[in-house]
């Protein structure tokens, strides 16, 4: 089964940018579509952006649209989340998750792969 690993993370103040890289482990990357999530502490963990398995749809919640991009690699088995215009509002922990190519995108129940999370902290 593939396994994903997140880096990207760290500290950064408000208007800054990061990008999220998600490794997988293995060549059947290309089978999944891939999401992200993300968990702020307090609250429950929420969709941010997902990517069907040959890229060709891409869905974002509507607080991040404009700000953040989806893309994957499927050569180099990796996804990514590029976020500019970071606002502290943003601040959580950042999972990626793979999923079947079937069903919605914004449900974390179809996932059922998911990496460990990387922390992302924006200070105002």
């Known amino acids: 089964q593939v396994q994903l690993v997140e880096s990207g993370g760290g500290l950064v103040q408000a208007g800054g940018s990061l990008r999220l890289s998600c490794a997988a482990s293995?060549?059947?990357?290309?089978?999944?579509?891939m999401g992200w999530f993300r968990q702020a502490p307090g609250k429950e963990r929420e969709f941010v952006a997902a990517i069907k398995w040959f890229g060709g749809s891409i869905y974002y919640r509507d607080s991040v649209k404009g700000r953040f991009t989806i893309s994957r690699d499927n050569a180099k088995n990796t996804a990514y989340l590029q976020m500019n215009s970071l606002k502290p509002e943003d601040t959580a922990i950042y999972y990626c998750?793979?999923?079947?190519?079937?069903?919605?995108?914004?449900?974390?129940?179809?996932?059922?792969?998911w990496g460990q999370g990387t922390q992302v902290t924006v200070s105002s």
């Open positions: 998750a793979a999923k079947s190519p079937a069903g919605t995108f914004v449900k974390a129940e179809l996932y059922n792969i």
């Open positions: 293995e060549g059947t990357f290309s089978n999944y579509d």
